[in-house]
């Protein structure tokens, strides 16, 4: 299962899915689980030039989880204050 992230209205240009968090999980035909993958909020940030840091851009974001880029099948809105 992957989780990217994307940020619309970004000051700074971005890819429109971000891969923040990955986990590996093997089903059998018909199984279900429960993944958790957590993505601290130090993963949202981008290095500013700038600064000569890092920098959190604060707003609205979407998480988007699949098991690939192409197959997302679920999202997620969130927002950094």
Request: proline share 1%; hydrophobic share 35%.
């Given at each position: ?35 958790e ?43 950094i204050?």
């Amino acid at each position: 299962m992957q989780v990217y992230t994307g940020k619309t209205k970004s000051k700074v240009k971005r890819a429109i899915k971000e891969l923040k968090g990955f986990k590996k999980v093997y089903l059998e035909a018909g199984e279900t689980k429960t993944v958790e993958i957590e993505i601290p909020v130090e993963k949202l940030m981008y290095y500013n030039e700038e600064l000569s840091d890092w920098s959190l851009e604060k707003g609205n974001y979407t998480l988007f989880v699949g098991n690939a880029s192409d197959n997302i099948i679920k999202k997620r809105k969130i927002n950094i204050k």
